[in-house]
């Protein structure tokens, strides 16, 4: 799924009756969260509502201009130097 749309970031959560191994492998294949049935409808949509937050602020960081990396302390120090 997520190969299928390299420009967006699409969550995915895992709906098992699981046990622990299935969890495990569920995350490791690339899940963002689970859920284990019987799924509660207020637990299902908190985690919806943090997926949206998470897909937010993925597409701001993608929308955002490139920033350049902070001063490094000797380029600081140089600075200070020149002073």
């Known amino acids: 799924m997520r190969a299928a749309t ?3 970031w699409v969550p995915i ?3 098992s009756s699981a ?3 299935d969890l495990e492998r569920a995350i ?3 899940g963002d969260d689970y859920l284990v049935k019987p ?3 207020a637990v299902l949509s908190a985690k919806i ?3 949206s937050a998470w897909t937010r602020c993925h597409q701001k960081l993608l929308d955002s201009p490139p ?3 902070p001063p490094t302390s ?3 120090r140089s600075r200070s130097r020149m002073r």
Do not use: D, K
């Open 74 to 76: 000797a380029s600081r």
């Open 6 to 8: 390299p420009e967006s």
């Open 13 to 15: 959560i895992f709906l």
């Open 49 to 51: 509502a943090r997926c």
């Open 67 to 69: 920033s350049s990396p």
């Open 28 to 30: 490791e294949a690339g």
């Open 39 to 41: 799924v509660s409808p």
């Open 19 to 21: 046990t622990r191994q």
